[in-house]
């Protein structure tokens, strides 16, 4: 059964991991200049542009193919399957995990990395709030413009 605490330690799991994954790829790109080079056409003209912009392309795919790899090569090492932690289950490990599913998930926690942060956000704050620690409220002051 998903409960707030399970679905708080998969988002946790998963933000984890694109986090580590995302560290992967600047090390990759430290090591390769292609990756790390942006690129703008030399003169004002079409197949310049054309060309440079190819090669963003080129390079913005490969960043994205070293963060899914790279995601899915962590969740198989671990070992650890997110919608058994999602789910509540009393293990989320599994046997083989060099399946499609954790490929899957190395997908899923690259593209979803910005939503499940601002997800895990919202629901640590909800959780304080059903708790009643409430987080102090910020200190305000009054101000009046420079008297003429």
């Known amino acids: 059964m998903v409960t707030l605490d399970s679905s708080i330690s998969f988002?946790?799991?998963i933000t984890a991991v694109s986090s580590a994954a995302s560290g992967v790829t600047e090390a990759f790109k430290s090591v390769i200049p292609f990756l790390?080079?942006?690129?703008?056409?030399?003169?004002?003209?079409?197949e310049d542009h054309n060309h440079a912009a190819r090669l963003t392309h080129?390079?913005?795919?490969?960043?994205l193919l070293i963060s899914v790899v790279s995601a899915?090569?962590?969740?198989?090492f671990l070992r650890l399957d997110p919608a058994l932690i999602l789910a509540g289950a009393p293990s989320a490990f599994v046997e083989n995990s060099w399946q499609v599913g954790t490929w899957m998930w190395g997908i899923v926690a690259v593209f979803g990395s910005p939503f499940f942060?601002?997800?895990?956000?919202?629901?640590?704050?909800?959780?304080?709030?059903?708790?009643g620690n409430h987080f102090p409220?910020?200190?305000r002051q009054k101000v009046s413009g420079p008297k003429r």
Request: contains cysteine; positive net charge.
């Open 137 to 139: 409220n910020k200190p």
């Open 72 to 76: 899915g090569l962590i969740f198989g």
């Open 58 to 63: 080129y390079k913005k795919f490969v960043n």
């Open 11 to 13: 988002l946790i799991y």
């Open 36 to 46: 790390a080079t942006d690129y703008e056409a030399k003169e004002d003209r079409l």
């Open 117 to 131: 942060a601002s997800l895990l956000k919202i629901l640590e704050c909800w959780k304080q709030s059903m708790n």
